[in-house]
C-alpha cells in the first residue's frame, strides 16, 4: 500500500520561501512520474508541479518560475522549493503520483500572509 507523509509547511509572511517535503513508501518510487497538488480553501484540488522519473518538470502558470521540484530517489522522497510566496498560494498541499495513486496523505497547511 502507499504511503505519503507530507511535511514543511506552515505560516510564512508574503515574499517568503518554504520547503516542503514528501516521503513516499509502498511504492517503485523512482520509475513512476510525482506531484504536488494544492488545495486552496473552497477551491478543487489542483496539481501545480510535476516530475518525471528522468527529472523532468512542468508547473501550473501560477507557480512557473517561484517553484521548484525535485527528488532524491534514494531516498524516495520529493521536495517542494517554494519562494516569492503569495497570499494566493495558501492552502493544503499533497504530494502524489501521476496518476494519482488511491491513498493520500494528510498534506501540510501552508499559510502566506499578506
Known amino acids: 500500500q502507499v504511503q505519503l507523509v507530507e511535511s514543511g509547511g ?7 520561501s518554504l520547503r516542503l517535503s ?8 523512482s520509475i513512476n ?3 504536488w497538488y494544492r488545495q486552496a480553501p473552497g477551491k478543487q484540488r489542483e496539481l501545480v508541479a510535476r516530475i518525471t522519473s528522468r527529472g523532468f518538470t512542468i508547473y501550473s502558470d501560477s507557480v512557473k518560475g517561484r517553484f521548484a521540484i525535485s527528488r532524491d530517489n534514494a531516498k524516495s522522497t520529493v ?8 497570499p494566493e498560494d495558501t492552502g493544503i498541499y499533497y504530494c502524489n503520483f501521476i496518476p ?3 491513498s493520500w496523505g ?3 497547511q501552508v499559510t502566506v500572509s499578506s
Open 10 to 16: 506552515g505560516l510564512v509572511q508574503a515574499g517568503g
Open 22 to 29: 514528501c516521503a513516499t513508501s509502498g511504492s517503485t518510487f
Open 33 to 35: 512520474a510525482v506531484g
Open 79 to 86: 521536495y517542494l522549493q517554494m519562494n516569492s510566496l503569495k
Open 100 to 102: 494519482p495513486s488511491g
Open 106 to 108: 494528510q498534506g501540510t
